[in-house]
């Protein structure tokens, strides 16, 4: 972070000198680029083009530059690239001299187990949009505009840093209109509103605002106590992923087993479980396809294997393994 002793705030004087040095060099800088396609706007501003973002002006002098051929063009370019420099020194000292402001406002939210440092980051890029925006014609103390953009800026970041779950800010939103809507109807009827009254309120679709009224923001501590019992809800989930560990755990464990007993079986039941199932790398063949690989019938086949089968498990069974595998089924 930067060190704030060596950023001392600006008085009125220098903050208008620094805001107007900036408007005039971005002026500068639209009547050397015209018309380039970086610098429209999607919509009109009070402040036309001078408010743009300043990465605009960066992608339209990287743009000129890029077009440029030679003579005139090229010795326009470096103009611009020149004046955007200077705006960048000037942008600079501005941001730096009214990091404290930024510190002062994110401090105040630091209480709410977000880290203060993540704040005050969040704060800058609101206070780099102010910087851009700030027109000292309006007589507005910089500081009183700036506060604006940083406590929304700020308050954008909050959730998603002292939320488990990260919810977009668009639904969060979406989820806060039909809060409002369902509310302030309440009130002006007397009585629960309908489905249909609060989407119509909210002016979304039934089966999305339904979508966001089911929605809970509450996070639940699984480690919480249930009320009028002695268990927690954690106990009450069933832990599917545990138990498949375990049975992955046990099966390896058995098949370990299984190929050291392979060799006491009769080699035509050897080989007709090593087709059947793939075993040691083969790949898994029909009781047809086995019959034509030994010469057998399929029939011949299947009582192979189910003797087999008969014959392994009940060696698994004849072996003690702690008990574990005791309780295989039939």
């Known amino acids: 972070m930067q060190d704030l ?26 009547a050397l680029l015209g018309s380039r396609p970086e610098l429209r706007r999607s919509s009109a501003g009070a402040g036309g083009a001078l408010d743009l973002p300043f990465a605009r002006f960066d992608a339209a002098v990287a743009g000129l530059e890029g077009a440029a051929g030679g003579g005139a063009d090229r010795r326009k370019a470096r103009r611009a690239r020149a004046v955007l420099e200077a705006l960048h020194r ?10 404290r402001l930024t510190f002062h406002l994110a401090r105040r939210l630091a209480g709410r187990n977000a880290p203060l440092a993540d704040l005050v980051q969040a704060g800058n890029i609101g206070l780099l949009e102010a910087v851009d925006r700030f027109d000292p014609g309006r007589g507005t103390r910089f500081s009183t505009y700036a506060a604006m953009y940083i406590t929304r ?14 919810i977009s800010e668009y639904q969060r939103r979406l989820k806060s209109r039909v809060g409002e809507s369902r509310r ?55 832990d599917r992923e545990g138990n498949a560990m375990q049975e992955r755990l046990i099966l390896r464990d058995l098949l370990g087993h299984l190929h050291d007993l392979l060799p006491s079986l009769d080699p035509r039941m050897r080989m007709v479980l090593r087709l059947r199932y793939g075993l040691e790398g083969d790949e898994a063949h029909t009781l047809k396809e086995c019959g034509d690989l030994l010469c ?26 702690g008990g574990r595998y005791r309780a295989m089924p039939a």
């Open 184 to 238: 302030s109807l309440l009130q002006e009827l007397g009585r629960a509103p309908t489905l249909a009254e609060v989407s119509g309120r909210a002016r979304l679709d039934e089966s999305k605002a339904r979508d966001l009224m089911s929605v809970s923001l509450q996070i639940l501590d699984l480690d919480a106590p249930i009320p009028g019992s002695e268990g927690s809800l954690g106990e009450l989930l069933p």
């Open 296 to 321: 057998l019938s399929r029939e011949r086949v299947r009582q192979l294997e189910e003797e087999a089968i008969k014959l392994l498990r009940s060696r698994l069974r004849s072996l003690d393994f």
């Open 90 to 99: 000037v942008r600079s000292v501005f941001v730096k001299r009214n990091l």
């Open 5 to 30: 002793a060596d950023c001392p705030p600006m008085n009125v004087r220098e903050e208008r000198t620094c805001a107007l040095r900036m408007r005039r060099l971005k002026a500068r800088l639209v």
């Open 153 to 166: 800026a700020v308050y954008r970041t909050l959730p998603r840093l002292t939320q488990a779950v990260h």
